[in-house]
C-alpha cells in the first residue's frame, strides 16, 4: 500500500481576495448606478459586464474557509491529494474544484470496553485501558483509513489483547514481568503496541495505561485462593531461605572462634533445632539440659 504523506500547499490569504470581490462587486454596481439613480437607458454591455462582475464576485465568496487552532484542512484538486494548512487563518482556494476536508489534530481519549482474555497462564481475565492519541499526519488520517477514530478503537483493543495474551496475571517471581506487579513496564509495551498499529493512519500516542484488571467472575474464587497459597509458598520460601543463611553464619562462627567443638551428630541437632525456632510461625519454647543423672 502507498502511504500518503503529509506535505504543505500553496495557501491565499482570504482577506486579499475580499478586497477583489469588493471591487468587482463595486465595479458592477458602477455600471447599474445611471439606471437606478436616473433610470437612464441600460445598454446591453453594461448589463452583461455588471452582470458577470457580480456572478464573479459570487463564486469567489464560495472559495472562502476557516483553519482553527489544532485543526487541519486537507486540499485535494479533482481526486489528487495537493497539501495540507495546519497554521489557523482565513484563507480562500478555488471553489468547487478543490474539496476542504477537516481533520481535528486535538489530543482524544479511547477507553477501551472490558474485555475479557486468556493470560499467559490460560486464566481468563478481564482487561480495559485507556489510549490518549492525536493526529499527526492528517493526509494519512483521512485518505489512508475509512474512519481514523474507529480505527484507533478497533486497534487499540486488538492490542490490548495481543498484549493481555503474553503475560501472566501475577507472578511472584520478580525475575519476570506481570500484568498487576509490573503495571509501569506493561504501560510501555502497550503503548508501544498500539503506536506501531497506528502509524498508518498517522496517529501519535501520548500514553497507553491499564484502567480495570481481575480475574474473570467464574475464577475469581478459586484464583484468589491460589494467589494467597503462592503468596504463602513464596515467603516460607523466603524465610527458609534465610533461616539457612543464619544457621550457617552461626555454625561457621563457633567454629572460627572455637567456642565448641561440635561433632557431626550434635552439629544435625544444631540445625534442626535452629531452622525450627526461625521457621516456625508460633514461639518456641526451649528446653533446658541441666545435666544427666547417673546411676
Known sequence: MNATQESSTWQIGGFWVILIVLGLMGMGSWYLLPFVLFEQPLSTLHLWLASG????????????????????????????????????????????????????????????????????QGSPIEIAAVVVWRVVDSAKALLDVESCRDFVAIQSETALRSLASRYAYDIFDHAHESLRGNPDQISDRLKQEVQRRLDVAGVDIIEARITHLAYAPEIAQAMLRRQQAIAVIAAKERIVEGALGMVEMALHRLSEQQVVDLDEERKASMVNNLLVALVSESSTQPIINAGTLYS
Not at 78 to 90: A, C, D, N, T, V
Request: proline letters at 4%; a positive charge; hydrophobic letters at 50%.
Open 53 to 120: 462582475m457580480w456572478a464573479v464576485a459570487g463564486l469567489l465568496l464560495a472559495g472562502f474557509f476557516l483553519v482553527d487552532p489544532n485543526q487541519a484542512r486537507v486540499m485535494i484538486l479533482l481526486g489528487k491529494y495537493m497539501g495540507s494548512i495546519r497554521e489557523p487563518g482565513f484563507y480562500w482556494t478555488i471553489p468547487f474544484i478543490i474539496s476542504k476536508r477537516r481533520v481535528s489534530l486535538r489530543v482524544r481519549n479511547f477507553n477501551s470496553e472490558t474485555l475479557k482474555v486468556n493470560d499467559a
